[in-house]
């Protein structure tokens, strides 16, 4: 099998690295990749981020993921940032060039489309409105995605109007802000609604929001897989929605990555979606 030049690769670098399930994954596609490295996380206390960024040259790796809160502290730190993770304002993968010199990219917006398409093939951002919940990072990427794939209306709603404010007047296009209060109502007619809150994970509450204007045709996706189903999620399933959980998201991050790091593209395939539920699942 031939190997690329650099083969190791640096793993998610946060701090604390609580559910990770990155190594699983990217040490899958090592294998169906015939790559002769291993993908490993560090957790990298905040401030002490620049000096493991600029270890990974030296030590031979070929790049990295990050999570919060080094997703945002990147972009002073890598030589290059690309257009999209400065409209997105976060870095999710660095890139070792040859020069040793970093550059910094963001797919997780390409994951959340990715998963929707391969999980719905029909599903078309333009098919009706879209309302996304939340307007934290993780919206941003979202809100990104399906204006990238054409969405025609975006509402956008979050507790501190604010942020979500902030996002339509940077990304432009269809953005309407809707208060927080008018949530519920907000779904009134979608193609496709988005709980892209931090509410309904592992330890937090379910997301407040009454599901009684959402029409049944509508697909609804969540960001979040600890739980793979959360209460948002459960509630529009036993309504007869169509969902998608946000594993896949973090799965279909993943190539993209790959491309930049090894020129490879992996697969993501049922077995490896299956093994990763199934280790979320049992924990
Ligand atoms: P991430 O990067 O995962 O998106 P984040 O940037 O901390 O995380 O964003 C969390 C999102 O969940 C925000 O939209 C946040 O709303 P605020 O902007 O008002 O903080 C939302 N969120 C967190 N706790 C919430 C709660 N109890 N009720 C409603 N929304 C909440």
Redesign the pocket.
Known sequence: MPHPDKFLMAGVMGWPVMHSRSPMMHNYWMEQQGVAGTYVFFEIKPGELAPALKALHPLGFAGCNLT?PH?LDAMTIVDEVDDVAKKIGAISCVVVREDGSLFGTNNDWFGFIGNLKQQQPDWRADAGPVTV????????AVCYGLLQEGATELRLV???RA?AEAIAAEYGGPITVLP?EERHAALEGVATAVN????GMVG??A??IQLDALPESALVAD?IYTPLETPFLAAARTRGNRTVNGLGMLIHQGPPAWKRWFGLEPTVTDELREMMEHSIASD
């Open positions: 919060i997703k919940i939340g307007a934290g990072g993780g919206s941003r979050n507790r501190t942020k927080w892209a809150t931090s509410q937090q509450a997301l407040d960001i």
